[in-house]
């Protein structure tokens, strides 16, 4: 299972046409703060950030080969994923920092920030996140997304 995951775009649109045709995905995830509709933001899931404000689920969930995925947009304290975990989830996704990050955990838990698309905080490119799912491991690659810059 291939998912795109993105996140903080925070009104930018031209740059879902370009991706989604650039990177075939079995999902498209934004992890909030994008600033669009629904209907905008199709083919991606969306979950609400700090800044939407439309109607947008706090939480999302997906079945995947390796255990369920939870993405949210604010940053999961240990105790959320303690809690999630006793649920079946494995793999957690969150927004908000505009910060790329990356953890596996011995426990079998993966956790992953995508970065900004548009306004990235550590330094680096824009980036966005890709993730190849089977029932033994979550590969990642964090992916430049060059075409915003000057």
């Known amino acids: 299972m291939r998912i795109l995951v993105i996140s903080d775009t925070h009104g930018n649109t031209e740059f879902l046409p370009k991706l989604v045709e650039r990177e075939k995905a079995d999902l498209y995830l934004h992890a909030g703060d994008s600033g669009l509709t629904e ?14 404000y439309y109607k947008h689920d706090v939480n999302y969930t997906e079945y995947t080969p390796y255990g ?3 993405m949210r947009h604010h940053p999961f304290t240990e105790s959320d994923i303690e ?11 969150y927004g908000h920092t ?3 990050h990356f953890e596996k955990r011995e426990d079998g838990i ?15 490119y824009p980036c966005y ?8 491991e ?13």
Do not use: A, W
């Open 129 to 136: 996140l890709i993730l190849d799912i089977d029932e033994k």
């Open 39 to 52: 209907r905008d933001l199709r083919p991606f899931h969306t979950v609400k950030g700090n800044c939407d």
């Open 83 to 93: 809690r999630y975990k006793k649920m079946g989830y494995k793999i957690f996704i």
């Open 110 to 124: 993966d956790i992953f920030n995508p970065g900004s698309l548009y306004y990235p905080r550590d330094g680096l």
């Open 68 to 70: 369920k995925l939870i």
């Open 138 to 150: 979550v590969k990642h690659e964090f992916r430049m997304y060059l075409d915003n810059v000057k």
């Open 98 to 100: 505009h910060q790329r």
